[in-house]
């Protein structure tokens, strides 16, 4: 199919090998849209997978933004805007998940640093990729990507629990005061998925449990999944993609489960 045919997808934070961003990416791209890779910084690790999306047939541009940073985030949509004509999806992905600390030891800099990226970071790249649907008149979708955290607490993730859960009140805030421009603003809350940085939760968490190993600890964490497995990047994905498609204009606002079951409200 070709669904975003002529249509611009910016996902931020996808910029890792076999992360998310990718995946999300690799959706739209199998599906005609132009795909626009931005991170950090973009080196050899977000130029392959830029080279990968264009392999598939999608017109492709790298441009690195610190989401944490406004002004960034204004100059990816308006770089966006001058390479493809406009910008029609925003997947505000980026996020940092990997500082995992008991609350008492948390650090005043530990959880500035997630917040600002996580929750300041989707606000900026919402905030700019809005008013540029907007002006266009052309109507647009925003996926802002929560996680279980948004829906239940975790120990030793107070800053990332509290940033996901945020992210749900700024979906809704901001769908609210953006469907008059024919804006839909939702979140997908995907339960665990091991990409590089979630194989850091794993060790992390494998041993605080107390499991003998990494595979004893993945083998739990499906065991407790109704679907019998954690969730992938092509899961995430395909909610991404009905979210920004014409199927699912009149759902915004909400903050949808892609758990297997693991996760029910």
């Known amino acids: 199919m070709a669904r975003f045919a002529g249509k611009t997808v910016v996902v931020t934070g996808s910029g890792r090998n076999k992360g998310l961003g990718q995946g999300i990416l690799q959706r739209f791209a199998d599906e005609g849209g132009n795909c626009v890779v931005s991170d950090l910084t973009i080196g050899d690790e977000a130029e392959g997978v830029a080279a990968e999306l264009r392999a598939r047939g999608a017109k492709v541009a790298t441009i690195a933004c610190d989401v944490a940073d406004a002004a960034q985030a204004d100059a990816l949509v308006a770089q966006t805007v001058a390479t493809f004509g406009s910008i029609d999806v925003m997947v505000n992905n980026a996020g940092?998940?990997?500082?995992?600390?008991?609350?008492?030891e948390v650090e005043a800099a530990d959880?500035?640093?997630?917040?600002?990226?996580n929750l300041s970071g989707a606000f900026f790249c919402t905030q700019a990729a809005a008013r540029a649907m907007a002006s266009a008149g052309k109507g647009g979708r925003i996926i802002n990507i929560a996680s279980q955290a948004a829906k239940t607490g975790f120990p030793h993730l107070a800053a990332y629990v509290s940033s996901k859960h945020g992210m749900v009140g700024l979906t809704r805030a901001s769908a609210i005061e953006l469907g008059s421009h024919g804006i839909t603003v939702n979140a997908v809350c995907p339960?665990?998925?091991?990409?590089?940085?979630?194989?850091?939760?794993?060790?992390?968490?494998?041993?605080?449990l107390g499991f003998a190993s990494v595979e004893a600890y993945l083998a739990n964490m499906a065991a407790k999944n109704p679907m019998g497995?954690?969730?992938?990047?092509?899961?995430?994905?395909?909610?991404c993609a009905w979210l920004a498609s014409d199927d699912a204009f009149y759902v915004t606002g909400e903050a949808i489960n892609v758990a297997g079951g693991e996760e029910m409200h």
């Not at 940092?96 to 008492?104: A, D, N």
């Not at 998925?193 to 041993?207: C, D, I, R, W």
């Not at 497995?229 to 909610?239: V, Y």
């Open 191 to 208: 339960n665990h998925v091991t990409t590089a940085l979630g194989a850091e939760q794993n060790a992390y968490f494998s041993k605080l």
């Open 111 to 117: 959880w500035s640093k997630v917040i600002a990226v």
């Open 96 to 104: 940092i998940g990997f500082m995992m600390k008991p609350l008492l």
């Open 229 to 239: 497995r954690p969730g992938l990047p092509s899961d995430t994905a395909a909610a």
